[in-house]
C-alpha cells in the first residue's frame, strides 16, 4: 500500500481529513482495475454532538466518467461524535482508469436541537503508481 498526501476541509466546527492510499495487491492496470483505500478523520471541535446520517459522494475518473454514490452513514454506521471528539474510518474506491478523483458531502444531524448541516468532504487525488505524474 502507498499513502498518498491527506486532504482537508473544514465547515463550521467540523474538519474532515482524508488520506488515500493505492492498493496494488487489489488492482489489476491489465484489466482496467485500480483500487484505493482512504482514511477518513471527522473532527468535531463544536459544543454539541454531531451525528453523521448519510453521504453523498461522487467519483470522477480521469476520462471524466462519474459516478455518484448516495447512501446511509459510513461502513453501516451512523455515529454520533461528541463534543471535542473524532470518529475515523477506512473505505475504498474502484477505478478503471488509473487516476481520478472523488468529493463529497456528509449529511448531519445536531441530534439535540434536530437541526440538519452539510459537512465538506475535500476533493481528494487517486493517483496511482502507473499513472505518469499526479494531474489532480
Known amino acids: 500500500m ?19 492510499f493505492w492498493v496494488d495487491e ?9 483500487v ?5 478523520l471527522i473532527e468535531n471541535r463544536g459544543k454539541e454532538s ?9 467519483i470522477t475518473d480521469d476520462r471524466g466518467g462519474r459516478e455518484d454514490v448516495h447512501g446511509e452513514g459510513v461502513v453501516g454506521e451512523q455515529p454520533v461524535i461528541a463534543p471535542d471528539s473524532s ?3 477506512t473505505s475504498g474506491a474502484e477505478l478503471k482508469t488509473p487516476s481520478g478523483f472523488m ?14 448541516f452539510d459537512v465538506t468532504v475535500p476533493v481528494f ?10 494531474t489532480h
Open 2 to 20: 502507498t499513502s498518498l498526501p491527506a486532504f482537508t476541509a473544514h465547515t463550521g466546527d467540523v474538519t474532515v481529513n482524508v488520506r488515500p
Open 26 to 34: 487489489h488492482s489489476d492496470p491489465e484489466e482496467h482495475r485500480y
Open 36 to 40: 484505493w483505500l482512504y482514511h477518513v
Open 50 to 58: 454531531i451525528q453523521l446520517l448519510s453521504r453523498s459522494w461522487t
Open 87 to 89: 470518529y475515523q474510518y
Open 103 to 116: 468529493e463529497g458531502l456528509y449529511h448531519m444531524v445536531t441530534p439535540a436541537s434536530g437541526h440538519r
Open 125 to 134: 487525488s487517486l493517483d496511482s503508481p502507473h499513472h505518469m505524474g499526479m
